[in-house]
T-cell receptor, first 115, second 113 residues
Framework: GAGVSQSPSNKVTEKGKDVELRCDPISGHTALYWYRQSLGQGLEFLIYFQGNSAPDKSGLPSDRFSAERTGGSVSTLTIQRTQQEDSAVYLC?????????????FGPGTRLTVL | GDSVTQMEGPVTLSEEAFLTINCTYTATGYPSLFWYVQYPGEGLQLLLKATKADDKGSNKGFEATYRKETTSFHLEKGSVQVSDSAVYFCALRRTGTASKLTFGTGTRLQVTL
């Protein structure tokens, strides 16, 4: 497919467990973003990658959250010791470049439920 | 910091009614402004955008004009359809290296026959 893909589409985990969420951006897109959509907070920015570097991590809510990107392509968002407040839909987006005029294309999201 | 404020929903309209969803923003410099739409069960899609003052973005009968003097980007449609039922998000993206999107809280639109 030509769009942004994310896996898994749904993840149910127990409090305290670690989870990994995966994002495959559109081929050739150098910029990659993670956002979180939750009932209480709306849509929040988490982290932005340009290539494999993360110049803006300002949205990561705690040190339990980390992300990496390899080969300028796939990205993984890891949440350690999950808490119930981590339950949300995690969205990934990519754009051709980070220039402000370039559209961000969103994936379908991963719905995370922490029991 | 940057912020986007949009009218709270839900907004319920009859088919063919006129739609306005208000959006105002706070940001330094000259951000780009966007409306995204999320249809039921689907991902976020860009609806329209404007990159400078007085630009008008338009798509699918929706329009929004970048008004720097009032820091607004209100979404309008002259005649809504049932298929327009969705959640609409206003967003901004600053100039410079910080290219993240800052979103409003979203406005749910329900169009009935």
């Amino acid at each position: 497919g030509a769009g942004v893909s994310q896996s898994p589409s749904n993840k149910v985990t127990e409090k305290g467990k670690d989870v990994e969420l995966r994002c495959d951006p559109i081929s050739g897109h150098t910029a990659l973003y993670w956002y979180r959509q939750s009932l209480g907070q709306g849509l929040e920015f988490l982290i932005y990658f340009q290539g494999n570097s993360a110049p803006d991590k300002s949205g990561l809510p705690s040190d339990r959250f980390s992300a990496e990107r390899t080969g300028g392509s796939v990205s993984t968002l890891t949440i350690q010791r999950t808490q119930q407040e981590d339950s949300a839909v995690y969205l990934c987006a990519s754009s051709f470049s980070p220039d402000r005029s370039n559209e961000q294309f969103f994936g379908p999201g991963t719905r995370l439920t922490v029991l | 910091g940057d912020s986007v404020t949009q009218m709270e929903g839900p907004v319920t309209l009859s088919e063919e009614a006129f739609l306005t969803i208000n959006c105002t923003y706070t940001a330094t410099g000259y951000p780009s402004l966007f409306w995204y739409v999320q249809y039921p069960g689907e991902g976020l899609q860009l609806l329209l955008k404007a990159t400078k003052a007085d630009d008008k973005g338009s798509n699918k009968g929706f329009e929004a004009t970048y008004r720097k003097e009032t820091t607004s980007f209100h979404l309008e449609k002259g005649s809504v359809q049932v298929s327009d039922s969705a959640v609409y998000f206003c967003a901004l993206r600053r100039t410079g290296t910080a290219s993240k999107l800052t979103f409003g809280t979203g406005t749910r639109l329900q169009v009935t026959l």
